[in-house]
């Protein structure tokens, strides 16, 4: 497995594709809405990662239709925006989305309530979150691989949700997905040894009931095999000689 190391010149790119795509996150969330279809997500996530001079690493990604990944309740991940896919108060919608700058790509996802939400799917959303932060505690050069996989499983084992299994974190550069792939559930394993300048995008899928998910007839949108809510959280981060760098979340 060939991880690559990113020179202080390819982090800089890095660095910039990141900040742009975190804008795009932080105008899409500002635009969620109930009443708006999965479809105008898109279109405004599309318009506005050209604005920033970027290029949606998503579209036709292995065929995929869209820029932008919009995932409502039960949906895990790779949801196909569509124009009767209305949001609606109560729900909650994962939207996953990437960006080319200058040949480096950026990848990140947050999921958000759509108004009031249940406590119990609130809790899925902040816990799913904070899953991530308990796992890049240990994104430290000289650690393991799994040491990151271990720790959100820690945290989240203890609330009973259900681990996605079939879909990983993995690492990014000037390829969307790059060696390794970064499981989010509990490995017997070590895994290879973390160096600084490695770029990972770290992303746990949790659902409330059931890990199994199960694929929709577009042979895209996973979602959970018992038709409970899921969550997602994903931010493209740095390995360095102390701290990780969280790429896509300067705040
Ligand atoms: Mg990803």
Do not use: K
């Given at each position: 497995m060939a991880v690559s190391i990113k020179s202080p010149r390819e982090i800089a790119l890095m660095r910039e594709s990141c900040k742009r795509l975190e804008y795009?996150?932080?105008k899409l969330g500002e635009a969620l809405k109930p009443g708006m279809s999965t479809l105008e997500v898109d279109r405004l996530g599309e318009k506005l990662i050209r604005e920033m001079d970027g290029i949606p690493n998503f579209l036709h990604y292995n065929g995929f239709p869209a820029s932008i990944c919009v995932s409502v309740n039960e949906e895990v991940v790779h949801g196909i925006p569509k124009k009767d896919r209305i949001l609606k108060e109560g729900d909650i919608v994962s939207l996953d989305a990437g960006l080319i700058y200058k040949g480096y790509h950026s990848d990140a996802a947050r999921t958000y309530m759509i108004g009031k939400v249940k406590p119990e799917v609130k809790d899925l959303v902040e816990r799913t979150k904070q899953s991530f932060f308990e796992g890049i505690k240990m994104a430290r050069e000289g650690n393991h691989l799994y040491d990151i996989s271990n720790a959100i499983a820690d945290y989240i084992e203890g609330f009973?949700?259900?681990i996605v299994?079939?879909?990983?974190?993995h690492g990014i550069g000037t390829k969307l997905h790059e060696d390794p792939q970064i499981p989010n559930f509990r490995q017997k394993k070590k895994g290879l040894m973390l160096k600084a300048g490695m770029t990972l995008a770290i992303e746990p899928m949790?659902?409330?009931?059931t890990w199994e998910v199960e694929w929709l007839e577009d042979d895209w949108t996973v979602v959970t095999a018992d038709g409970l809510p899921s969550a997602h959280y994903e931010n493209t981060i740095l390995i360095t000689e102390d701290e990780p760098e969280i790429l896509t979340l300067s705040r």
């Open positions: 795009v996150h932080d009973g949700y259900g299994e079939d879909l990983v974190g949790i659902n409330l009931g």
